[in-house]
Structure formats: C-alpha cells, structure tokens
C-alpha cells in the first residue's frame, strides 16, 4: 500500500533562517505530488505542484521554491522565511484519474 | 475561476442524528470531486472520490451525492457519532486540461457531534 511521510511534524524558526521541509512518497511511481499551505483560519492554498522529477510548477509567487530531486521526493525550501511563512504544510500524492491522498502536515512557525 | 463553498461554516448535532454537508461549485467542468476530513493539527484524510460521470458514492455510513450540472455535492452521514467531530472539506478537480489535476478546495464545514 502506499503512504506518504513528511518531516519533520513541527519546526520553530527564527524570521529570516532558511527552511528545508521533505516528503516522500511510498509504494507507487510516477505521482503527482502537491505542496499545500494551510493558514490559521483559512484554506487550502496550493503552492507548487510536480507531475515528474525537476518539472515544479508554482502556483502563488513568494519566497518559497520546491524541488523534486527523486521521483518520489518533494521538498520545499526558503532561504529567508517571514512571519507569514508561518502556517500548516501539508505534502499530497495522486495519480491520473485517482483521489488524492495527504502527508501528516508540518507545523511551521516562524518568530 | 472555480469558487467552492461550503455552508454551513459550522454545525452541531446530538449523537445518532442523520446530517447532510452542503459543497457547491461554479465551475460544472469538473472531472472529480473528492470529500475529505481533517482532524485538528492532523492532515486530510480522503472519504470519498466522485468521478464527473458518477452520481453518487458509498463508503460505510457515508454517502455522497453529485449533481455535476447545478453544481452541487452533499456529504449524507447516518446515525452520527462524537467520533465524526471533524472539518469535512470537499475540492473539485478541473476538466483535462493537463495532468496536474490541482484541486480547488472548500473552506469546509466544522462538524460537531454531541454525545
């Protein structure tokens, strides 16, 4: 069966640090695979996606990147984060004509 | 631009009581429309997926409904239990127009069942 991982569960980090946040996806080849930012209060805001290894697709500008350098690895990156980093981030897989399923999230705050 | 809204925002109901969840979409072109639930600090967890020629999908006490044509979905959850407290969220897929089959989410509703 397959299941997805994110790490790490929760991450304080100081403005202005960089942020590293993996997923990884097990038992299928070939995802799709989706970085969502979730707010306090609001919703699910789609920030990049990948339908293959290095093809990353952004969906709102910020200072934020995504990298795929696995078929089955997803990572999302700052090299300088902002108090309006600070969110839910939750990592997703699916394939052609499936659901789509969820990573556990990444509580990130940044102070 | 696909818009999907959720009403009610918020709903408490006794145990054992039968409740419907409202989804609706601007969009009819969807190609799937998928119910999810989240428990708090928890990611989703998939209920069930529609496909755009579907009707209707059944897993245990849930039931849901599409009407792709009004743009509507209903979530049917029978004889609710406290363990069903939950945000519900519903998205919609947009027609082939690529593979990436990003999804359009709901700010979903806060379901709340008193034991």
């Known amino acids: 069966s397959q299941t997805i991982h994110q790490w790490p569960a929760t991450l304080v980090q100081p403005v202005g640090s960089p942020l590293s946040l993996e997923c990884t996806v097990e038992g299928t080849s070939n995802p799709n695979l989706y970085w969502y930012r979730q707010a306090a209060g609001r919703g699910l805001q789609l920030l990049f996606y990948?339908?293959?290894?290095?093809?990353i697709s952004s969906e709102v500008p910020q200072n934020l990147s995504a990298s795929r350098p696995q078929d089955r690895q997803f990572i999302l990156s700052s090299k300088k984060l902002l108090l309006s980093d600070s969110g839910f981030y939750l990592c997703a897989w699916t394939l052609v004509q499936q659901a789509q399923y969820f990573g556990p999230g990444t509580r990130l705050t940044v102070l | 631009k696909q818009e999907v809204t959720q009403i009610p925002a918020a709903l408490s109901v006794p145990e054992g009581e039968n409740l419907v969840l409202n989804c609706s979409f601007t969009d009819s072109a969807i190609y799937n429309l998928q119910w999810f639930r989240q428990d708090p600090g928890k990611g989703l967890t998939s209920l069930l997926l529609i496909q755009s020629s579907q009707r209707e999908q059944t897993s245990g006490r849930l039931n849901a409904s599409l009407d792709k044509s009004s743009g509507r979905s209903t979530l049917y959850i029978a004889a609710s239990q406290p363990g069903d407290s939950a945000t519900y969220l519903c998205?919609?897929?947009?027609?082939?127009?690529?593979?990436?089959?990003?999804?359009?989410f709901g700010s979903g509703t806060q379901l709340t069942v008193l034991p």
């Open positions: 990948s339908v293959g290894i290095g093809q």
């Open positions: 998205a919609v897929s947009p027609a082939p127009s690529g593979s990436a089959r990003q999804l359009t």
